[in-house]
């Protein structure tokens, strides 16, 4: 028999709760998911928390563990001190339904929300050819399990309820970062739409969303970092502004296909999800050298090698 380990425990639902102490045997090999399990078994049958797969596969078992956000299951209690004691909360950045269960419902608004994939014309289901090496570029976001542990961490939602109806979140950053990597896919306004209506803005590339995936998908270095400066090297493309300084906006909305059906998208998706009064960043937050203030990146590790390829690193060199 396994000795006895501390635990507190939040215990209530929408109309509050507090944390409990329990004292629960932990045998060696055992993770967090293990004692919540004993604990059911035993003293408080009636402690509700979600899981499935017991394999960090579902991404059902999200929690907080000691304040971090954390897979239950995947959290071994060996990473404590021997007489530390464990502090296991609900996810902080959703509505509490009881005990460790969380709404989540917020993530499957912004799910619908996010554009899909857009087939390519004249190809029929079947015949889409892909070269391995477009496959292997988006392969690591794919790995997503949906744990929505990046979501609940993000301070721009994590601590602003009012933001929710404006940003998506990174999960969805890094779905528009696939979709926009995908060879076969149809529209080429991703990054736009994902900076416009998706609220990429309000992402200050803090990496704390990187820092707890448990799939470790380099989601500020790949996915939004990348998108985030293409849309603004798009933006301070001398061409476009040649363009926009010759024709006139309404001549440049007209003539540019994509445009109207994105913002008829995103009206719809208002419709259905949300209320009207929506606040929509529609720029990108750069400075007057068309550069974006990304002196907030404070983490220490290394990204790994950017999926849209070796010719950018950032921060980009001013221009001349
Ligand atoms: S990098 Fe952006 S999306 Fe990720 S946690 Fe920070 S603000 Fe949120
Ligand atoms: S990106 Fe990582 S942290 Fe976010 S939902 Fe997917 S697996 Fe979880
Ligand atoms: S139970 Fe499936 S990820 Fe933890």
Sequence with gaps: MGAKRQFKVWRGDETGGDLQDYQVEVNEGEVVLDVIHRLQATEAPDL????????GK???C????????????MTRMSSFEENETVTVTPLRAFPVIRDLVTDVSFNYEKARQTPSFAPPAGVAPGEYRMQQVDVERSQEFRKCIECFLCQNTCHVVRDHEENKKAFAGPRFFIRAAELDMHPLDAREDRKEYAQASMGMGYCNITKCCTEVCPEHIKITDNAIIPMKERVVDRRYDP?????????RRDQIEAGTPGVDAVSKEHEVGQGVNW???VPQPQTAAVGDDGRLPISEITFDKAGGPSPFGDDLTFPLPPRA
Excluded: D, Q, T, Y
Excluded at 48 to 55: F, P, Q, V, Y
Excluded at 62 to 73: A, D, F, H, K, W
Excluded at 239 to 247: A, E, H, N, S, T
């Design 62 to 73: 999200s929690m907080e563990i000691n304040g971090m956000p954390r897979l239950g299951c």
């Design 275 to 277: 209320h009207r009064e």
């Design 48 to 55: 509700a928390c979600r899981w499935n797969c017991k394999a």
């Design 239 to 247: 061409l476009v502004w040649l363009g926009r300084k010759i024709f």
């Design 58 to 60: 579902c991404g059902s």
